[in-house]
Structure formats: structure tokens, C-alpha cells
């Protein structure tokens, strides 16, 4: 059974850094992608970044590029989103989430989902 565990969500103000974990089990870690999305409070669930295992490629919703970087350690399993000069915009449940092959920045793609982890940037 594929599971995601997200952490490193937490209360953060303007212009500082947090940076989330997504520790995933079940799977090859080589034959997936991992993507982090994030859903604002009476928003829909937007997709932030992703990379595919397999050969690192990455991609970056508009929003975030230059201040978010994913990056993956194969050994561990683990994938992480270094997020820096966080904005009060930001402020979502952040998800992690795993789909087969190559990376995608919609939600719709992905079959398998972490439980989220909150991020709140005060102003």
C-alpha cells in the first residue's frame, strides 16, 4: 500500500523559510513522481511543484518559482519543498502526493495522497 506522511508545516511570518518532508512508503521510489499541491481555506487544491524520481526532473507553478525548490533523496524515500520568502498567499494545507512515471502539476493525475500539513504566513 503507497503512503505519504507530510511534516514541516507550521506558523511562519512574511519573508521567512519553512521547509516540508513527505516521507513516502510501498512503492518504488524510482517508478513515481511526487507532487506537492496546497489548498487555501475556500479555494481549490493547486499544484506547487513536483519532480519525477526517475530522473529529477522538476517543475514550478508560477507562483513559487524562485522561492521553492523540490528536491528528493532516493536513499530515504523522502521529498522535500524548501519554500523561502514565504507571502501571507501562501497560507494553505500543503498535500504531498505520488502518481506513476512522470511528474504533473494536476491533481487530477495523482492516485495516491498525504493526510496535509498547515502552513499559516502572518503578515
Known amino acids: 500500500e503507497v503512503q505519504l506522511v507530510e511534516s514541516g508545516g507550521a506558523p511562519v511570518q512574511a519573508g521567512g523559510s519553512l521547509r516540508l518532508s513527505c516521507a513516502v512508503s510501498?512503492?518504488?521510489?524510482?517508478?513515481?513522481?511526487v507532487g506537492w499541491f496546497r489548498q487555501a481555506s475556500g479555494k481549490e487544491r493547486e499544484g506547487v511543484s513536483c519532480i519525477t524520481n526517475r530522473d529529477g526532473s522538476t517543475w514550478y507553478a508560477d507562483s513559487v518559482k524562485g522561492r521553492f525548490t523540490i528536491s528528493s533523496e532516493n536513499a530515504k524515500n523522502m521529498v522535500y519543498l524548501q519554500m523561502n520568502s514565504l507571502k501571507p498567499e501562501d497560507t494553505a494545507v500543503y498535500y504531498c502526493?505520488?502518481?506513476?512515471?512522470?511528474?504533473?502539476?494536476?491533481?487530477?493525475?495523482?492516485?495516491?495522497w498525504g493526510q496535509g500539513t498547515q502552513v499559516t504566513v502572518a503578515s
Open positions: 502526493a505520488a502518481k506513476y512515471y512522470r511528474g504533473s502539476l494536476s491533481a487530477d493525475d495523482y492516485d495516491y
Open positions: 510501498g512503492v518504488t521510489f524510482d517508478d513515481i513522481a
